[in-house]
């Protein structure tokens, strides 16, 4: 493509940076890159915790398939958003997007949002970890141990890795990931060889399976389960060859992650039968993933499936802490936040200093919970997940609209199918599932709708509060030459 000036646009990138030190530096490939946004979603911990919910909640024998629609809806999205990466030569994810098509005001809003969101998931896991590792101890025959004290380990593990050079974190995260994703499709295999307890289930090819019970509820749940794919965008000043990494990775993650859900999903209904997999999801939700490898491939499997939930939900936490750091180091690119949040460490090349402030901020989140004395599962994680799930959708929605307006005047040598009739229907998808959401978040949040209407009014004040630091500190962006693609 020529090299073209777009004098027309109101809003592009800012032309100057900062300060040249002010980057990251690494050398992430696709698979490394795929390996922690698929950490992030926790996939051992989507099967079993997310899983269960969707069938008994949801849509039964069905519930596989929603995950199917979730897939393609994502990756209209993706088709959008990827094509806008060359467009948009710095690190932040959804918030440089949307400052690069909406401005910089609405940019900031949007990262203050972001922030809220994976801050809280990042502390809501520990309230999944914690138990589990006093699970993985009891299992060995130890002591009951409090909680909070696997939650401090995971913490200092987490803290020491967001240091240093993400390259390590990725190791430790495709270590992590390989072996939870083999024991479950060891798992799949087995039930699938065995033909399943009364043969394999048809309920995700079967319409009328697939609409029965709560359909509404089984996409809500399949929606949860991807949080964390969007982030392959926050990695750009550290991925080699970020406008063909950030695109593949974005597409990769998100085909590996729907297809192994859906097809996990399956072969555990099929482990049970249509009607007997409803039952036990309903009666024994929190086992059921372990009661099935019970059956299929013994006590030692379902025990190792325990020790892996564990790692699985540390590699989640350890995901979104990285996350939420670069976040953070963006905003500090931009003089958002203090100059120093987006120094790099000098050996790592990491933003280690915003990696402290958000361990910071998460410590005294597990504190709270510990000194007021909540679950740390039904309470402590399910409050903060359920703000995650509704400030991540708003996210991608913002996002599209950003995508759209970029490419409204011009499509920049793309189809329209690409910058205009995908992520159109991409959006429709998305405003979809916020109305589902919302619809249901009390239930999300344990049936409480003060606290519903709380995590929305939370969400609103991020953005009135960014959106007012924008305005304050903001520059008019000035066009720039486009360089040639």
Not at 389 to 400: E, H, K, Y
Request: glycine share 12%.
């Amino acid at each position: 493509m020529s090299e073209t000036t777009t004098s027309a646009k109101p809003f592009e990138p800012v032309p100057d940076d900062p300060a040249p030190a002010r980057h990251l530096r690494g050398n992430l490939g696709v698979p490394a890159i795929v390996f922690m946004v698929v950490a992030a979603a926790a996939p051992l911990g989507v099967i079993g915790g997310v899983v269960p919910l969707g069938i008994a909640a949801g849509n039964g024998a069905g519930f596989p398939a929603t995950f199917i629609v979730a897939t393609i809806v994502l990756l209209l999205f993706s088709v959008g958003f990827t094509a806008m990466t060359p467009h948009v030569p710095e690190a932040g994810a959804f918030f440089s997007y949307v400052r690069t098509s909406l401005g910089f005001p609405v940019g900031i809003g949007i990262a203050f949002v972001a922030v809220v969101s994976y801050l809280a998931i990042e502390a809501g896991v520990y309230g999944l970890l914690g138990p589990a590792g006093a699970g993985v101890v009891e299992l060995l025959g130890g002591p009951s141990v409090p909680w909070w004290v696997f939650a401090a380990f995971a913490f200092i593990a987490t803290t020491y890795l967001g240091y240093r050079n993400i390259e390590l974190s990725s190791r430790v995260l495709g270590v992590l990931l390989t072996a939870e994703i083999a024991i479950v499709v060891v798992l799949d295999l087995v039930i699938v060889g065995r033909g399943g307890e009364h043969g394999l289930s048809t309920g995700i090819v079967s319409p009328s399976a697939v609409l029965s019970g709560s359909v509404g509820i089984g996409l809500l749940f399949a929606i949860i389960s991807y949080v964390g794919f969007e982030a392959t965008a926050i990695f750009r000043d550290e991925a080699r060859e970020p406008e063909r990494t950030i695109p593949r990775a974005t597409y990769v993650s998100l085909v590996l992650i729907g297809v192994f859900y859906a097809l996990t999903s399956w072969a555990l209904i099929s482990g049970w039968g249509d009607a007997a997999a409803l039952r036990q999801a309903t009666d024994a939700g929190s086992t059921f993933l372990g009661d099935t490898a019970s059956r299929y491939i013994g006590t030692v499997g379902a025990d190792i499936i325990t020790v892996l939930y564990f790692t699985s939900l540390f590699a989640c936490v350890l995901s979104f802490h990285n996350v939420v750091s670069r976040y953070i180091f963006a905003l500090a690119q931009r003089d958002v936040l203090p100059a120093v949040l987006s120094r790099p460490h000098g050996k790592h090349g990491s933003p280690h200093t915003a990696s402290l402030w958000i361990s910071g901020a998460v410590a005294g989140a597990v504190i709270l919970a510990v000194v007021f004395g909540l679950d740390p599962a039904a309470q402590f994680y399910t409050w903060f997940a359920g703000a995650t799930t509704v400030g991540i959708v708003i996210l991608l929605i913002v996002t599209s609209v950003a995508v759209l307006v970029f490419f409204g005047r011009d499509r920049r040598g793309y189809s329209q199918w690409r910058v205009r009739i995908a992520p159109a229907l991409g959006l429709i998808g998305l405003l979809g599932a916020l109305v589902l959401i919302l619809a249901n978040l009390d239930d999300l949040v344990g049936g409480s709708s003060v606290l519903a209407w709380a995590i929305v009014a939370l969400l609103v004040a991020a953005f009135a509060a960014g959106l007012a630091v924008g305005v304050r500190t903001g520059r008019r962006a000035e066009p720039i030459v486009q360089e040639p693609i």
